[in-house]
């Protein structure tokens, strides 16, 4: 069974920086491609990030472009978002997902791409 397990999330001043992680187990993730989503009450669950397993690739939402970086560790299965220069309009619950079919036509940038999706981890910026 696959299981996401992202952490990281906090309180933080806007200005400031928190780095996201996610742990992925249960079968190997070698192929796929992971990203990062947010949802803000009230919203809808919004694209942030995406990276392939193999690290190329990345690319951003145009709200964090320049701001966050997307990386992983494939040998501990692990992505991560640094975040940097947080603003207030960064409060979000933070979900990582797994696209297990990569090389399907369409946009990316979608939830409905995404098979597998952790519990979320709570982002604050406060003014």
């Known amino acids: 069974q696959v299981q996401l397990e992202e952490s990281g999330g906090g309180l933080v001043q806007a200005g400031g920086s928190l780095r996201l992680s996610c742990a992925a187990s249960?079968?190997?993730?070698?192929?796929?491609?992971m990203g990062w989503f947010r949802q803000a009450p009230g919203k809808e669950r919004e694209f942030v990030a995406r990276i392939n397993w193999n690290g190329d690739r990345p690319y951003y939402s145009d709200s964090v472009k320049g701001r966050f970086t997307i990386s992983r560790d494939s040998g501990k299965n692990t992505i991560y978002l640094q975040m940097n220069s947080l603003e207030p309009g960064d409060t979000a619950v933070y979900y990582c997902a797994a696209d297990m079919a990569p090389w399907r036509v369409g946009d990316s940038s979608l939830p409905s791409r995404y098979n597998y999706w952790g519990q979320g981890t709570q982002v604050t910026v406060s003014s």
């Open positions: 249960g079968r190997t993730f070698s192929g796929f491609a």
